[in-house]
T-cell receptor, first 114, second 113 residues
């Protein structure tokens, strides 16, 4: 069973605040991903990492940043939150290999910026 | 470039009837294909995958999918729908190698009692 954890599950916060969304996995997966999803809508890849000290931007331009200092941890940071950042953020991971393994998802963080 | 299409935003079926959720894909090489389900306020949950071999793939909760190379399709099926199958379903594709999954826009399945 996949174990990938996101905290907080819900966050309501004011404009201009710095926010860090946490994502941790206990499976030793090298690959990790962040998606942005408006509830019930399509997923947009915003960041991914294929290992420690490796990060790439995804298909959707995002004002967020990520870091990958440890294999199990892939936090996402918004330096100054705005109402346009209101959305659900999903973290995922998958093992290294030729791509034939599924990505495992956390339950997401639902972010509301007032 | 890889792409995947789910032509139906919504599918409605009666409980006990068979269901099909459609997916077509485009890749330049051999595809790795996946189906996921998402329940409200949850992440995506893996259902099944096609990598190679038998064109009919069986997965979790009685779901199966048929890979059709000539039609570049990977439709999700279940012989008898349950109300609890009501959820958002995503098809995803990747070519072999180190590329992120490309997801379709999702299809909302409603099973009516």
């Amino acid at each position: 069973e996949a174990d990938i954890y996101q905290t907080p599950r819900y966050l309501v916060i004011g404009t201009g605040k710095k926010i860090t969304l946490e994502c941790s996995q206990t499976m030793g997966h090298d690959k990790m991903y962040w998606y942005q999803q408006d509830p019930g809508m399509e997923l947009h890849l915003i960041h991914y990492s294929y290992g420690v000290n490796s990060t790439e931007k995804g298909d959707l331009s995002s004002e967020s940043t990520v870091s990958r200092i440890r294999t199990e941890h892939f936090p996402l940071t918004l330096e100054s939150a705005r109402p346009s950042h209101t959305s659900q953020y999903l973290c995922a991971s998958s093992p290294q290999g030729n791509g034939n393994q599924p990505q495992h998802f956390g339950d997401g963080t639902r972010l509301s910026i007032l | 470039a890889q792409s995947v299409a789910q032509p139906e935003d919504q599918v409605k079926v009666a409980e006990g009837n068979p269901l099909t959720v459609k997916c077509t894909y485009s890749v330049s090489g051999n595809p790795y294909l996946f189906w996921y389900v998402q329940y409200p306020n949850r992440g995506l949950q893996f259902l099944l995958k096609y990598i190679t071999g038998d064109n009919l793939v069986k997965g979790s909760y009685g779901f199966e999918a048929e890979f059709n190379k000539s039609q570049t399709s990977f439709h999700l099926k279940k012989p008898s729908a349950l109300v609890s199958d009501s959820a958002l379903y995503f098809c995803a594709v990747r070519e072999a190698g180190n590329t992120p999954l490309v997801f379709g826009k999702g299809t909302r399945l409603s099973v009516i009692a």
